[in-house]
């Protein structure tokens, strides 16, 4: 069985190509042998509230990869990017894997 992976995209920073961001974390993961589960978008800036979702259900899953557009998608919160990805480590042991190197 592959592993599932969730993506995470800010709709601020998609700037209207949020199908085609979603298509590229979708071939990522096909291209890892992973199975691509869902995205969670960040509607708004700085909120978090998708963020918070994403840490529960890769908890309620037992999932462990997140794939992004680009590491920017995990800064604009009110918690700075290097800790987002220490929480999705801890939480969840989550890798993140980045269309953008």
Known sequence: MEALVYGYLRDDLAAGDGDDMEAALRELADAHGLCFAATFHES????????????????????????????????????????????????AAARIWSVAS
């Not at 509230?49 to 794939?67: I, M």
Request: hydrophobic content about 40%; overall charge negative.
């Open 44 to 91: 708004h800036a700085g909120d978090g509230t998708a963020f918070a979702e994403l840490t529960r259900e890769l908890q309620r899953a037992d999932a462990h990869h997140v794939v992004v557009p680009s590491l920017d998608h995990l800064t604009g919160q009110t918690i700075p990017r290097e800790l987002l990805i220490a929480k999705l480590a801890n939480d």
